[in-house]
Structures are given as structure tokens and as C-alpha cells.
Nanobody
Framework: QVQLVESGGGLVQAGGSLRLSCAASGSIDSTDFMSWYRQAPGKQRELVATSTSASTSAGSTNYADPVKGRFTISRDGAKNTVFLQMNSLKPEDTAVYYC?????????WGQGTQVTVSS
């Protein structure tokens, strides 16, 4: 079993910042892909950012266009933890943010953490 525990969500004014954390524990063979997704009310879940491990793709990161230049994904490999630093937040960033980890055919989701940005 693998558990993903997220933290750091909350209410912030537009222009503010939040930092999300996701700690993975359990039977983790690898952390090839660690990602953040989000789902706004009435919308489909969408990929926000992905961090690949150094052994998979030289430790690359990728971002969805709406968050490029504002969000930064990073990881602490020793602690199997992934972070999402969110700056210059906008009301349209309001959503439940989910942590996701994958390797091979395995993938796991966190329980989600609410981020609300007021205008």
C-alpha cells in the first residue's frame, strides 16, 4: 500500500502565495513521476505540473500553460515528498489540488487539498 498525504492548502487573496506538500509513504518502488493535478467545481481534473526523477528524464519538470512562470514543482527524493510553490495566485486557480505518484503501471492519488483564491 502507498499513502499520499497532502498539506498546505487554504484561503488566500489574489496575488498571494501558497506552498503545497505531499509526502508519500508505504511500498514505494520508485518515484519516476510525481505530479500535481487540480479539479475546479464543474470541471475535469487537469494536470498542473510534473516532476520526473533524475533516472527517468534527467529530473525534468513540466507545467500546464496557465501556471507557467507562477508555479514551481520540486521534490525531496530522500523523503519521497513533492512540493508545489504557487505564486501570484489568481481566482481561477481555485480548485482541489491532488498529488499523484506513478512508476511502471502503478499510480496513486492523494486525498486532495482545497485551495481557494479570493478576488
Amino acid at each position: 500500500q502507498v499513502q499520499l498525504v497532502e498539506s498546505g492548502g487554504g484561503l488566500v487573496q489574489a496575488g498571494g502565495s501558497l506552498r503545497l506538500s505531499c509526502a508519500a509513504s508505504g511500498s514505494i518502488d520508485s518515484t519516476d513521476f510525481m505530479s500535481w493535478y487540480r479539479q475546479a467545481p464543474g470541471k475535469q481534473r487537469e494536470l498542473v505540473a510534473t516532476s520526473t526523477s533524475a533516472s527517468t528524464s534527467a529530473g525534468s519538470t513540466n507545467y500546464a500553460d496557465p501556471v507557467k512562470g507562477r508555479f514551481t514543482i520540486s521534490r525531496d527524493g530522500a523523503k519521497n515528498t513533492v512540493f508545489l510553490q504557487m505564486n501570484s495566485l489568481k481566482p481561477e486557480d481555485t480548485a482541489v489540488y491532488y498529488c499523484h505518484i506513478a512508476w511502471g503501471k502503478n499510480y496513486y492519488w492523494g486525498q486532495g487539498t482545497q485551495v481557494t483564491v479570493s478576488s
